[in-house]
């Protein structure tokens, strides 16, 4: 088992920036791939970045989100730049296997936390 805790969202102008964390613990941290999804209001939830041995993003995000990874403090940040309405909703932290495919949907993931609220205003 791998218990995830996300912490970090908050109410940010557009243009703003947030950085979410994601603590890990239970089985070895850096033996898993760490992602990002997000849920906005009725949407379903969609792929945001993943880290394995080096990180992948969606084309949404490319260029104003950067996912990181810190083993020796079982961590995984997600440094949000350039933030726009669109990227409201609620981030949730992932972890799966390494061998997933690139890039992932949410069924390779099979640890999640309970999300964190981040809202872009306008």
């Known amino acids: 088992q791998v218990q995830l805790v996300e912490s970090g969202g908050g109410l940010v102008q557009a243009g703003g920036s947030l950085r979410l964390s994601c603590a890990a613990s239970?089985?070895?941290?850096?033996?898993?791939?760490m992602g990002w999804f997000r849920q906005a209001p009725g949407k379903d939830r969609e792929f945001v970045a993943v880290?394995?041995?080096?990180?992948y993003y969606a084309d949404s995000v490319k260029g104003r989100f950067t996912i990181s990874r810190d083993n020796a403090k079982n961590t995984v940040y997600l440094q949000m730049n350039i933030l726009e309405p669109e990227d409201t909703a609620v981030y949730y932290c992932?972890?799966?296997?390494?061998?997933?495919?690139?890039?992932?949907?949410?069924?390779?993931?099979?640890?999640w936390g309970q999300g964190t609220q981040v809202t872009v205003s306008s």
């Open positions: 992932a972890a799966g296997a390494f061998g997933m495919p690139t890039p992932p949907n949410d069924r390779q993931f099979a640890y």
């Open positions: 239970g089985r070895t941290f850096s033996n898993y791939a």
């Open positions: 880290i394995k041995w080096s990180p």
